[in-house]
C-alpha cells in the first residue's frame, strides 16, 4: 500500500541542523511533488516548500528560503528536508506529503517527526 | 502570499448537528481549495479537494462548496468519528497556504 515513512525523533540544540527522511513506497516516486509541512505545539499547519522528486527542483516558502534544504535520493525513494540554524520556536512535528503533479492537494502523509530544539 | 482565514476558530456542537466551516482568501483561488481533517496526535487527512470533490473513502456526509474567495466544509451529520480540527488550503499558486484552523469540540 501506499505510504510514506518518516525518520525518528530529533533533539537539537540551537544553531544546529537537522535532516528528516521519508521513504516513500507503493507509488512510483518520480511522479508526485513531495511537500514539507510542519505544526508546532498547539499550533496549525505551516507548509515549507516542494521538491520535484523527478527533476530535483524545489520551491520553498519564502519565510524557509535560505533556511530550509529539499533534496530526494531516486534509488530509494526517499525524500529529505534539512533546516538550518535551528531555534527554538523550530520546536514542532514535521510532516512529508505527496501531491500529483498538478493536483495541488496533498492525498498521502507521513505520521510526522518532532523535533525538539532545546539548550 | 494569499492568506486563508478560517471561522469560527472553535465551533462547539452535538452528534447529528449540521456543521458549517467557513475558509475566506485574500484573492480569488478558483476552486482550488483543499479541506482537511486532523484529529490529535495524528497526520492530516484529505476530505475534499477541487472545493467540492470527495476524495475517495470519505464518508458523504462531507461536502464543500465555492468558488473565488469564500468557501465552505459542511458535516450534514456529525457523528463522533467527526471531532478533530479542520483545515483549508490554497493552491492556486506554487506558494501553498493553510488556513489557521477551525476544532470542532462536543457541546
Known amino acids: 500500500q501506499v505510504q510514506l515513512v518518516q525518520s525518528g525523533a530529533e533533539v537539537k540544540k540551537p544553531g544546529a541542523s537537522v535532516k528528516v527522511s521519508c521513504k516513500a513506497s507503493?507509488?512510483?516516486?518520480?511522479?508526485?511533488?513531495m511537500h514539507w509541512v510542519r505544526q508546532a505545539p498547539g499550533q496549525g499547519l505551516e507548509w515549507m516548500g516542494w521538491?520535484?522528486?523527478?527533476?530535483?527542483?524545489?520551491n520553498y516558502a519564502q519565510k524557509f528560503q535560505g533556511w530550509v534544504t529539499m533534496t530526494r535520493d531516486t534509488s530509494i525513494s526517499t525524500a529529505y528536508m534539512e533546516l538550518s540554524r535551528l531555534r527554538s520556536d523550530d520546536t514542532a512535528v514535521y510532516y512529508c506529503?505527496?501531491?500529483?503533479?498538478?493536483?495541488?492537494?496533498?492525498?498521502?502523509w507521513g505520521k510526522g517527526t518532532t523535533v525538539t530544539v532545546s539548550s | 502570499d494569499i492568506q486563508m482565514t478560517q471561522s469560527p476558530s472553535t465551533l462547539s456542537a452535538s452528534v447529528g448537528d449540521r456543521v458549517t466551516i467557513t475558509c475566506r482568501a485574500s484573492?480569488?483561488?478558483?476552486?482550488?481549495l483543499a479541506w482537511y481533517q486532523q484529529k490529535p496526535g495524528k497526520a492530516p487527512k484529505l476530505l475534499i479537494y477541487?472545493?467540492?470533490s470527495l476524495e475517495s473513502g470519505v464518508p458523504s456526509r462531507f461536502s464543500g462548496s465555492g468558488s473565488g474567495t469564500e468557501f465552505t466544509l459542511t458535516i450534514s451529520s456529525l457523528q463522533p468519528d467527526d471531532f478533530a480540527t479542520y483545515y483549508c488550503?490554497?493552491?492556486?499558486?506554487?506558494?501553498?497556504?493553510f488556513g489557521q484552523g477551525t476544532k470542532v469540540e462536543i457541546k
Open positions: 521538491i520535484n522528486p523527478n527533476s530535483g527542483g524545489t
Open positions: 488550503q490554497q493552491y492556486n499558486s506554487y506558494w501553498r497556504t
Open positions: 506529503a505527496r501531491e500529483l503533479y498538478g493536483a495541488g492537494y496533498m492525498d498521502v
Open positions: 484573492q480569488s483561488i478558483s476552486s482550488w
Open positions: 477541487k472545493a467540492s
Open positions: 507503493g507509488y512510483t516516486f518520480t511522479g508526485y511533488y
